[in-house]
């Protein structure tokens, strides 16, 4: 095992200077030889059920470790990924990780924890993506209704009448299937009609000025009012602080995730965690 690395460290280059243009073209072609080299790991950040302050599951996440250069976000790379194809290659071995952390859960814990998966629009579209994704998850002999698949609005938007039939072969097999960054794509309320998805997931940006922004508080409480009229699950992202937290909490959202309640975690200490599932992560009050 690799020197414990401090949960939620990486870089995010959020500024690019001229200096650091020659080391972006180097990061993409070592990109190449990332999953080769066994450079991807995954983190895995806590999903809070609001009623009880439990923990419901995890929403894993990918990470490139550069070893002495750090995480890389993966905001960066996935679109490099999607660009050069290769995320599909990576799409398979995420979901083979998340089996094998399923795995590991089922043979310490008496409870099950649910995991996330994000799935890329370039491999949702991918010919054999249901067929590899019932057999990396048959052979690995995972529940299916331990695994959220998550997609976004643009998906669904993109190839319409496939998308809606992707989605209900996962639904009849047990998967259930969340729209990421809710609201700020281009899905029609039409199409979201016709998707049997599980779960919307409320996108960090209408979170982040909230208490205290009317506007946002008019949105999110409208999302809400929809997710429960079509009966679907709701799930607050980037929740990072303690009025937010209690806001959500009073507008009845079933699972809360973000840095206030913790940071991604490496697969050591998200295990860690979910072994102390008989206590509260953070109480909401
Ligand atoms: P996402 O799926 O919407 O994931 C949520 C992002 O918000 C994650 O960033 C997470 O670390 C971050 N986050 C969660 N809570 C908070 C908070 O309270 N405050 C702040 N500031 N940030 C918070 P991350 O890990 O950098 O991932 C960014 C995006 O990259 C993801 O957005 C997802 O679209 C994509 N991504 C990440 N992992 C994967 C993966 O395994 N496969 C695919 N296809 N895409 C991935
Ligand atoms: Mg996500
Ligand atoms: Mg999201
Ligand atoms: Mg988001």
Redesign the pocket.
Known sequence: KTKKQKPGHFNFFDSTTQSELSSWAEYEESLKMALEKGEFVLHY?PKVSFESGDLDGF????RWNRGEGGFI???WF?PKLEENGM?VDV?YW?IEEVCAFINKMSAKFSRDFKVG????AK?FINSTFLSDVFSITESNRIDPRLVDL?ITENIAATEVTKAIETIQRLRERGFSISI??FGTGYSSLKYLKELQFTTLKID?SFVDPLPGDDKSLSIVRSIIDLAKNLDKKIVV????TEDQARLFKELQCDIL????FSK?LSEEDALQLAGEMDKQIKPIV
């Open positions: 950040q929403e894993a996440l990918i976000s993966p905001g996935i995320i799409g995420i998966i994000n799935i890329s491999q998550e990421d960054d960090k992202e980037g929740v990072e995730q973000g840095y206030y991604p």
